[in-house]
Antibody, heavy 118, light 107 residues
Framework: QVQLVQSGAEVKMPGASVNVSCKASGYPFTTFAMHWVRQAPGQRLEWMGWINAGNGKTKYSQKFQGRVSITRDTSASTAYMELSSLRSEDTAVYYC???????????WGQGTLVTVSS | SYELTQPPSVSVSPGQAARITCSGDALPKKYAYWYQQKSGQAPVLVIYEDSKRPSGIPERFSGSNSRTMATLTISGAQVEDEGDYYCYSTDTSGNHVFGGGTKLTVL
């Protein structure tokens, strides 16, 4: 069965970077895209960007352009999301979610809580 | 930037129909999708391509998209259907957008 397993919770200082991983199993990793979506406490879901796991091409939300980087390691069937220059407003649960063209976010990771605090 | 607008809350009694709307200017050209999120859990896809139901989603969940408004209907809502519901779509530039979410209460 399809599973997306994310790395554990992180606590970071303002100005630092965080790297969240998402290990996929149960399907051919390179035939789907992987998106990253975050949710601040009590807030809406917010799309951050995505990677074509086959060719590595990426697209980012304008809001995070310059601060976010999404990569993948096909040998490990794992996608990564790095967010830099962290500020308190980046405190949120970060999700990876699998997608294909007309079936976005059909499977989600369990979420990774990132807390930014001095 | 593109926005999808949902009512903040909807409340129904068990067995009644719950309708959650989502309005957006690009919806006549783009599919709407719906996700259910229960407290402390990851979202779950309940409707895709406006009106299709993934396997495992009960038949009481249905969707429609007419002009600039998409609607999620839960016919005969159950207590276990409580949670937050988010619509999602893209705009004509390929930006991915979620609505603000609607809290469904069934009591």
């Amino acid at each position: 069965q399809v599973q997306l397993v994310q790395s554990g919770a992180e606590v970071k200082m303002p100005g630092a970077s965080v790297n969240v991983s998402c290990k996929a199993s149960g399907y051919p990793f390179t035939t789907f895209a992987m998106h990253w979506v975050r949710q601040a406490p009590g807030q809406r879901l917010e799309w951050m960007g995505w990677i074509n796991a086959g060719n590595g091409k990426t697209k980012y939300s304008q809001k995070f352009q310059g601060r976010v980087s999404i990569t993948r390691d096909t040998s490990a069937s794992t996608a990564y999301m790095e967010l830099s220059s962290l500020r308190s407003e980046d405190t949120a649960v970060y999700y990876c979610a699998r997608s294909e063209v007309l079936l976005p976010f059909d499977y989600w990771g369990q979420g990774t809580l990132v807390t930014v605090s001095s | 930037s593109y926005e999808l607008t949902q009512p903040p809350s909807v409340s129904v009694s068990p067995g009644q129909a719950a309708r959650i709307t989502c309005s957006g200017d690009a919806l006549p050209k783009k599919y709407a999708y719906w996700y259910q999120q229960k407290s402390g859990q990851a979202p779950v896809l309940v409707i895709y391509e406006d009106s299709k139901r993934p396997s495992g989603i009960p038949e009481r969940f249905s969707g429609s998209n007419s002009r600039t408004m998409a609607t999620l209907t839960i016919s005969g809502a159950q207590v276990e259907d409580e949670g937050d519901y988010y619509c999602y779509s893209t705009d004509t530039s390929g930006n991915h957008v979620f609505g603000g979410g609607t809290k469904l209460t069934v009591l």
